[in-house]
């Protein structure tokens, strides 16, 4: 098939989900690349745009989104965690949603995670909860109880996953990556600029690749009907898939970070400051 033909299958495929062993092929040829590149650098510009209306929100509203944010996701969370570790919670919960309770309590965190500033915080600290909590219980109802649920120790290794990558994205936007800055202070501000830029421009192509790579690790799992151990109806692309979208938004901390780069460098301040991990972004 020609690149463009492979494109086109790509492209109808992802928006249709009508993924099959033809798309799989498409996924693993050169159009990826032409497909994902673009692809990363408008999601980036997207996630870019987000946040400046979540800065705005946050303006208007005069105090964090997460104030409203956060109590919602942790109730979702509980009772999502609650179904997971007991039979009779969950028959109630399915009864009360129409068996869509799993849908509504992925859904509504990420809606409401769009809603803040800088949702790889969100994402870190309940991804770390969920996975403490889930260990805690499984632990308990080993020693204790001597049962357990066979997904307690497959689950929190995706989630591990999940917290780590969001993490270095939002230390991305923190500048603790990269940074170098004991000999780059030395430099005047055009070779401090220089290398700065090189450093975000390195994030993009590495986006790009990490997108692509990732695209097709998640088709080909979607396509074998992959399942998390443990579970009877846990796909594991539902997990993978959340690196793709990591990887876009880390895109566009680096996009960020040229922008406010260039208006340091017009402006009197100095272009590099002291990183802290953790800090406020």
Known sequence: M????DMSTIITATVTGDINFKVVKA????????VFGPLTLIGAVIFYYREKLAVRLEERLGYSATRFTHPIIAVMLTVGEAAAF???????????TGDNLRLLVVIIPVLLILLE????RTIVVYCYIVMAVIIFVGVIQRFVFSV????????????FMIM???????NIRLRTHLSFSEFRTKLGRKGQLFWLTMDNVLWLIFCIIIVTTTARVTVNTYDNFAIVLGTDDIMRWWFIL?????FILLAT??????IEDLGKYHGDGPMIEQAVIGGDA
């Open 86 to 96: 007991l039979d009779p919670v969950a028959n109630v919960l399915n009864t009360i």
């Open 27 to 34: 996924y693993r040829s050169d159009a990826a690349w032409l």
């Open 117 to 120: 500033r800088t949702p790889e």
């Open 164 to 170: 780590a990558w969001y993490g270095c994205t939002f």
């Open 2 to 5: 020609s690149v463009w033909a």
């Open 242 to 246: 959340t690196m793709p979208m990591c």
């Open 148 to 159: 357990q649920a066979p997904w307690s120790t497959t689950i929190p290794p995706l989630l």
């Open 253 to 258: 901390r680096a996009i960020e970070n040229i």
